[in-house]
């Protein structure tokens, strides 16, 4: 317990730790800290970064994906019109053919009944006169009476 | 615990053993060699050496070199492992402590501290190894080397050896005095000391005030190294007889011995925010003063 030269011997002691701290211990220390300082905030720079990146990704992914769509309906729209138009077309078409073949049908059907008709004419017209020789017994002469003959035929 | 073994010794030939530092210095019959008791020691004078204290200082002063050194050659700023974790935490609490407390540039102040805390933790945490453990295995090398076993002392804690506390406080004021005169000039450190706290604008008035002045401030200045090393020893050196006084009870009898173990089981307990605490308070001191050695007289 009294002071003695152990005083001086932990002075010169402490002074020599204080300067082996000083010069060996503490920079190498203190510069891998200060850097991992750094690196911890550079990483978190770069996540944030990165995730920045992954959200303007997502994004464009999701406009992509919309304008993809959009020119799909679009196409398939333009498609059914089209479809649709085919189909009109395809039904007009078979209409002036119905027609065309109807208004020829009905020509003919035309025909043949005037010329039905002229023949029944004609055959009545024998008919009647061989009808009326018959009557008359060849008292009227063929001449004088064909116009009136003519007359009653056309009145058939 | 070894008071039950050696019945021949009285209590306060226990207590006084242990309280008995193993010096080397100049006996009276003019040889050099080791005291044989605690008179001869004092009678030794200033030139002896308390070669117990010393050395433990010293060891641990290399254990803390060491270590730390160990983790500073291969410190790697990737995760860090193990020892490095312990290392970083003691570092960065310095850091953190010597920024906020010493706002001026100085690359050697927390070196300073890490020293300061490591090593004074180091030597105060001596205190919890057993009490007796140390001292009998000396007893044992020094009987083995044929030295008389009440005469081998052996005192393990070296911040109870007011040698080592006051041998740092001196060298925290020869750093005082040094930042002190360096960043205000001698003549401005003598201002400091002698035109407060009374100043006056009339220049013999102000001539009267300064030994006033220089008897007010000298001693807060010369208080700060003995304050210092005197409040670790007086903490470590009464945590050190309670550890000695509840030793003794131990060996008394079968019910104070389990009693006695308690209490001391306790009191470690206790003591282990002491050394940790008064670790921390000589490093957060120095610091201050550093700190005020660098204030201006504009800044108080």
């Known amino acids: 317990m009294n002071l003695n030269a152990t005083l001086i011997g932990q002075m010169v002691a402490f002074v020599i730790f204080i300067y082996l701290t000083y010069r060996f211990v503490w920079p190498p220390i203190v510069a891998a800290m200060a850097e991992r300082t750094k690196r911890i905030a550079d990483g978190l720079q770069a996540a944030d970064k990165a995730e920045k990146d992954l959200e303007l990704a997502k994004q464009k992914v999701v406009e992509q994906l919309t304008s993809a769509k959009k020119e799909a309906a679009a196409i398939i729209d333009q498609a059914n019109k089209r479809a649709i138009e085919i189909v009109e077309e395809a039904k007009e078409k078979a209409r002036v053919e119905a027609d065309r073949v109807k208004a020829a049908a009905q020509a003919e059907i035309d025909q043949a009944t005037s010329r039905a008709r002229e023949e029944l004419r004609a055959k009545v017209v024998t008919l009647a006169l061989a009808g009326a020789e018959k009557i008359l017994e060849s008292s009227i002469d063929q001449n004088a009476h064909n116009e009136l003959v003519n007359k009653l035929a056309a009145q058939l | ?300």
């Open chain 2, 1 to 300: 615990m070894s008071a039950a073994e050696h019945e021949a010794i009285t209590s306060s030939e226990y207590i006084k053993h242990h309280l008995t530092n193993l010096t080397y210095g100049q006996l009276p019959d003019g040889t050099w060699g080791f005291a044989h008791n605690g008179a001869e020691a004092a009678q030794m004078g200033f030139w002896a050496i308390n070669v117990d204290t010393m050395g433990w200082s010293l060891f641990l002063g290399l254990v803390f070199f060491l270590i730390f050194r160990s983790v500073a050659k291969k410190v790697t700023s990737d995760a860090p492992t193990g020892l490095q974790n312990v290392v970083e935490a003691a570092v960065e609490f310095v850091d953190s402590n010597v920024k906020s407390m010493f706002p001026y540039k100085n690359t050697m102040i927390a070196p300073l501290a890490l020293t300061i805390l490591v090593w004074v933790f180091f030597m105060n945490a001596m205190d919890l190894i057993a009490i007796d453990l140390l001292p009998e295995i000396a007893k044992l090398v020094g009987v083995s080397l044929g030295a008389d076993p009440h005469a081998v002392f052996f005192k393990v804690v070296p911040s109870t050896d007011p040698n080592i506390t006051l041998g740092m406080a001196f060298v925290v004021f020869i750093l005082i005095l040094w930042f002190s005169i360096t960043q205000k000039g001698l003549l401005g450190f003598l201002k400091e000391l002698t035109l407060h706290p009374f100043s006056s604008s009339n220049p013999i008035v102000q001539t009267l005030f300064i030994p006033v002045n220089l008897v007010l401030e000298l001693p807060g200045l010369i208080a700060k190294p003995v304050s210092l090393g005197l409040r670790l020893f007086g903490n470590l050196y009464a945590g050190e007889i309670i550890f000695i006084l509840i030793a003794i009870m131990i060996g008394a009898n079968l019910v104070l011995g389990f009693f006695g173990i308690s209490l001391q089981i306790i009191w470690a307990l206790f003591h282990i925010l002491i050394i940790a605490l008064q670790a921390f308070i000589f490093m957060v001191l120095t610091i201050v003063y550093m700190s005020m050695a660098y204030q201006t007289e504009e800044q108080h």
